[in-house]
């Protein structure tokens, strides 16, 4: 089966522009999150949909971010007017049940997104 | 507070050692799991291993086992007979309670194995 898809693979904006990133999670996987690691710090958790609702957003930085997914199915995470500090690495998983156990229960990482604002 | 501590930022290992790395947790639930990824340079995370807090017996998924001390909170990654291809960052992971879905990471260990 096709993995979790996340394009762009990187992405160079300038400060003040809009970044719009692309996650399409494993078929049937109604569980989708977004994650995203800044230079040197660990990986922090910034959102969780169910299908197409946001069951959990606690970890998003600030107004400048917003997530959809529409119809459950891909999701969008756009950034918008990005700074310097937004820079890093974005992750999607997705998974079947809410993560139980590990292997096929567990997450699956798409390959991330490198953003670069400069 | 941190709620996963990985404490060697950077590890070299011979190939066909084996290599420990470590990885301690805080957390006052008593439902919980622990994830170890794989990051190599191309940049997915690669899911290796998991231990659920109420296994008895510690996790192994071939050359991967788990180190885990329960009262100790700690769930330290042994890969033995380490290959060139093990080189990567790795990060340890939990998820606490049913109902919270998210993880919380560590800050990662990067693995060089050496020929």
């Known amino acids: 089966e096709a993995g979790v898809t996340q394009f762009p693979s990187h992405s160079v904006i300038e400060k003040g522009q809009t970044v719009t990133l692309r996650c399409d999670p494993i078929?049937?996987?109604?569980?989708l999150y977004w994650y995203r690691r800044v230079m040197g710090k660990e990986i922090k958790f910034l959102l969780h949909?169910?299908?197409?609702?946001?069951?959990?957003e606690s970890g998003m930085p600030n107004n400048r971010f917003l997530a959809e997914r529409t119809g459950g199915t891909y999701s969008t995470l756009k950034v918008q007017p990005a700074e310097l500090e937004d820079s890093g690495v974005y992750f999607c998983?997705?998974?079947?049940?809410?993560?139980?156990?590990?292997?096929?229960?567990?997450?699956?990482f798409g390959s991330g997104t490198r953003l670069t604002v400069v | 507070a941190q709620k996963i501590t990985q404490t060697q930022p950077g590890m070299f290992v011979q190939e066909k050692e084996a290599v420990t790395l470590d990885c301690t947790y805080d957390?006052?639930?008593?439902?919980?799991?622990l994830f170890w990824y794989k990051q190599p340079s191309s940049g997915e995370m690669i899911f290796l291993i998991y231990?659920?807090?109420?296994?008895?017996q510690n996790a192994t998924e071939g050359r991967y086992s788990l180190n885990f001390q329960k009262a100790r909170k700690s769930a330290n990654l042994v890969i033995s007979a380490s290959q060139l291809g093990d080189s990567a960052m790795y990060f340890c992971?939990?998820?606490?309670?049913?109902?919270?879905?998210?993880?919380?990471f560590g800050a990662g260990t990067t693995v060089t194995v050496r020929a």
């Open positions: 998983a997705s998974s079947l049940t809410p993560g139980l156990t590990g292997g096929a229960y567990g997450y699956t």
């Open positions: 078929s049937g996987h109604d569980n």
């Open positions: 949909f169910v299908k197409e609702s946001k069951q959990d």
């Open positions: 957390t006052s639930d008593p439902s919980y799991g």
């Open positions: 231990q659920g807090s109420y296994d008895q």
């Open positions: 992971a939990m998820r606490e309670a049913p109902n919270d879905y998210k993880l919380s």
